[in-house]
C-alpha cells in the first residue's frame, strides 16, 4: 500500500533557482526508502515537500491516497502523521532539557503535560537515552542529538519517517546504533524514506532505493537492480556499491550465474565467497574444480572480457579498492592455490 506519493512536482527556490522538476515518487507503508543524488539533486527539497514544509509550484502529495491541503488543519495533522529529522540537529533542538524538548510535539498536539510527559519518556527509552532526559540539549554529544530530534518526532507517534543523511557524523558504531533502532521501529509498522549519499547504505539496507538528478527521479525500484545498473549510476554522478561492485565482478568471471542475485550486503559478499570455498557450499557457477593434469576439456570458465579460458588455466580475481589500486588475490578456494574453473 502507498502511503506517500509525489506526482509531477516542480519547485524552484527564491531568484529561479530550480530544485524540482516533473518529480515522481512512491513510499510504500512499512518500508525502508532510500533517496540517492548528488549535492543539488533534489533530495532535501523533496523530504520538505513529504511533510507540508514547502508547496510545490505544480503537481501534488497524497497522503493515503489522497491530495494534501495545506490550510492549519490539515497541516498540523500531515505533520503529526509525517516527522522530518534535518540533517543538522541542532536546527531542531530548542528546549532547556532533553525531556522538554521531546515532550514539546505531544503538548502542541494537545495532550496534557502529564500524558506528553508519559510520550517523551517512551520516546527517550525507544531511542536508548532515557539516561539522558535532564540534561541541557547543548551538552550532548553529535550523535545524542540526533537519537534526541528522533525521540521528538516518535513522541508524537507519526507513522512516517523522513530522514536527512541519518548517518552523517556518526561513527561506525553510532551508525550501527542508529540503524538498530530504525530497524525496530520498522518492525513495528513505522515508514522511513531517508535522503543519503551513502550508495552502500542503501543497498545493504534499505527496501527500495529512487535515484534523483537535476530535481528528478531517474529509477525507482529494488536496490540491486537499481543500483547495479552502471550507465544509471553514472549519469546521477554517484559510484556503484562495493558489494555490487563485487559481485558484478564475479558474473563477468563466470564465478556467479547470471540468474543468481548480487550480493547485496557484507554478509552476502562473504556468504559468496564462502560457496566458492572447497570446505564450503557447492560452487556458484562451474560443475566442477579441476587441476592443470586434469583430462577434461569442457571447460566453462569465461574471463571479463568474455573469452573462453583453455580448461586448467589458473583464475586471479582481483577487487578493486574504493581509494587504492586493485588488491589482487587468488580465488578463495584455499590460500595460495589457483582456482581452475571447468
Known amino acids: 500500500m502507498t502511503i506517500l506519493e509525489a ?14 522538476r ?10 525502508r526508502l532510500a533517496i540517492l543524488g548528488a549535492n543539488g539533486a533534489g533530495k532535501s527539497t523533496l523530504l520538505l515537500h513529504l511533510n507540508g514544509t514547502l ?44 525531556l ?35 540534561r541541557p540539549t547543548h551538552r550532548l554529544s553529535f550523535g545524542q542529538k540526533k537519537r534526541a530530534v528522533l525521540a521528538g518526532l516518535l513522541a508524537m507517534e507519526p507513522r512516517v519517517l523522513l530522514l536527512d543523511e541519518p548517518t552523517a557524523g556518526l561513527d561506525g558504531a553510532g551508525v550501527a546504533g542508529l540503524l538498530a533502532v ?12 531517508f535522503a543519503t549519499h551513502d550508495v552502500d547504505l542503501a543497498c545493504g539496507w534499505a527496501d527500495a532505493v529512487a535515484v534523483f538528478h537535476d530535481g528528478r527521479t531517474l529509477r525507482q525500484g529494488p536496490p540491486a537492480e537499481v543500483l547495479a545498473d552502471e550507465e544509471l549510476i553514472r ?7 562495493w558489494m555490487l561492485e563485487v559481485g558484478l565482478e564475479a558474473r563477468r568471471l563466470g564465478l556467479l550465474p547470471p540468474g543468481q542475485d548480487l550480493p547485496r550486503t557484507r554478509g552476502q559478499v562473504l556468504a ?22 586434469d583430462p577434461s576439456r569442457h571447460c566453462m570458465g569465461r574471463y571479463r572480457a568474455g573469452g ?30 589457483p582456482l581452475f574453473l571447468c
Open 7 to 20: 506526482r509531477g512536482l516542480d519547485y524552484a527556490y527564491p531568484g529561479g533557482v530550480a530544485a524540482l
Open 235 to 241: 549519469a546521477a554522478r554517484l559510484r556503484l556499491p
Open 22 to 31: 516533473g518529480l515522481d515518487l512512491e513510499v510504500a507503508a512499512g518500508t
Open 55 to 98: 508547496r510545490p509550484a505544480t503537481g501534488l502529495v497524497r497522503l493515503d491516497g489522497a491530495p494534501v491541503a495545506y490550510d492549519r488543519r490539515f497541516l498540523a495533522h500531515w505533520r503529526g502523521t509525517v516527522g522530518l529529522a534535518m540533517q543538522d540537529p541542532d536546527d531542531q533542538l530548542f528546549a532547556g532539557t532533553v
Open 272 to 293: 559468496m565467497l564462502e560457496g566458492l570455498s572447497p570446505g564450503g557450499r557447492k560452487p556458484l557457477y562451474s560443475r566442477h574444480a579441476i587441476g592443470a593434469d
Open 100 to 134: 522538554e524538548d521531546v515532550a514539546f510535539g505531544p503538548l502542541n498536539q494537545g495532550l496534557t503535560e502529564a500524558a506528553a510527559r508519559a510520550r517523551a519518556t517512551a520516546a527517550l527509552e525507544a531511542m536508548g537515552i532515557a539516561g539522558l532526559a535532564a
Open 308 to 337: 573462453r579460458l583453455p580448461c586448467g588455466t589458473p583464475i586471479r580475481v582481483a577487487v578493486r579498492g574504493r581509494n587504492g589500486p586493485p588488491v589482487g588475490a587468488r580465488s578463495p578456494w584455499s590460500p595460495g592455490v
Open 182 to 193: 530504525l530497524d525496530r521501529l520498522v518492525e513495528g509498522g513505522t515508514t522511513l524514506v
